[in-house]
């Protein structure tokens, strides 16, 4: 299933969730260091929300 479709609901776009989760599996980052450097983007989520992307749509 597209991520798109997953990331229906959301008030982020699915290419900030991929990002994201891309960002904690590819580096080894903590989900503070992400909300840090989304921060430094101008893209204000919390390491919670990091957390609960990276469960839904991380590797499983």
């Known amino acids: ?28 980052l903590s989900f503070r260091d992400i909300e840090e450097l989304m921060a430094s983007r101008g893209i204000i989520v919390t390491y919670e929300t990091i957390r609960q992307w990276t469960l839904k749509f991380g590797q499983g």
């Not at 991520?3 to 290419?15: D, H, K, N, Q």
């Open 1 to 28: 299933m597209k991520i798109s479709l997953l990331c229906r609901g959301f008030p982020y776009s699915a290419e900030i969730i991929s990002h994201v989760v891309w960002l904690y599996f590819r580096f080894a």
